[in-house]
């Protein structure tokens, strides 16, 4: 019962995120903790995909001092288990919808979530902002969300979680910069590939999710996902 009375808690802190101007407020959610799952969807106000899973995961600097600070931490994209949007988005002439990336795009070895891909192309995103809720963590069994959701005398991450996640953050925002680097040129030399290749309608090709496009192809297997 107490867990359950949390997780209605859960839901109502989410909605009230940042006074409740948002046009999308996301939770974190754990599989394994202390290791955030989501990687694939998250993106920091950069555009960044997260560089560690253990907090404070981010690249950008005001994304990473607002998840220190506890406040409402500003993103480019998020789905995290749970989501809350602003409605009126799906609704209208032009409606937002859920999409993959262009199937020529993937052919290049290029892939993007659509839980990224619909915050690119919401219109509301750019006005009122996508937010994630350091103060609502969802797990994906009992065991991941009681790690998460400790007691109001235990904070999460504990002090010490904190001082080594921050020079661990500090030590790979150092160290990985060149594979970061490569990484993007990567990606944006095979976007460019792709816009210079001729569409069937004679339009321009734009892909409005960059910043949600990676260096890998995933295909369904039997088990589920296989990256490649």
């Known amino acids: 019962m107490r867990i359950q009375g949390k997780q209605t808690e859960d839901v109502l802190t989410l909605l009230y995120t940042n006074s409740g101007h948002y046009a999308a407020a996301c939770s974190l959610d754990f599989s394994k903790p202390p290791l955030y799952y989501d990687t694939f969807a998250l993106r920091d106000i950069s555009g960044a995909k997260p560089i560690t899973q253990t907090w404070p995961f981010f690249l950008s600097s005001a994304s990473r001092r607002a998840l220190i600070s506890n406040n409402a931490v500003p993103v480019q994209s998020c789905w995290n288990g749970m989501v809350a949007m602003e409605a009126r988005s799906f609704y209208g002439q032009r409606p937002l919808e859920f999409r993959g990336i262009s199937d020529r795009l993937a052919d290049l070895h290029l892939e993007g979530s659509e839980c990224c891909l619909v915050h690119a192309d919401n219109p509301l995103s750019a006005s009122k902002g996508v937010w994630l809720n350091p103060n609502v963590r969802v797990g994906y069994n009992p065991d991941a969300y009681e790690a998460v959701n400790l007691s109001l005398l235990q904070a999460w991450p504990s002090p010490w979680e904190r001082i080594i996640g921050m020079w661990y953050n500090r030590w790979v925002r150092l160290v ?53």
């Open 176 to 228: 990985g910069m060149p594979q970061r680097t490569v990484e993007n040129f990567v990606v944006k030399s095979r976007l460019r590939r792709w816009q210079t290749q001729k569409s069937v309608s004679g339009e321009q090709k734009v892909e409005h999710g960059v910043y949600c496009l990676i260096n890998e192809m995933q295909v369904l297997v039997e088990n589920g996902w296989k990256h490649l």
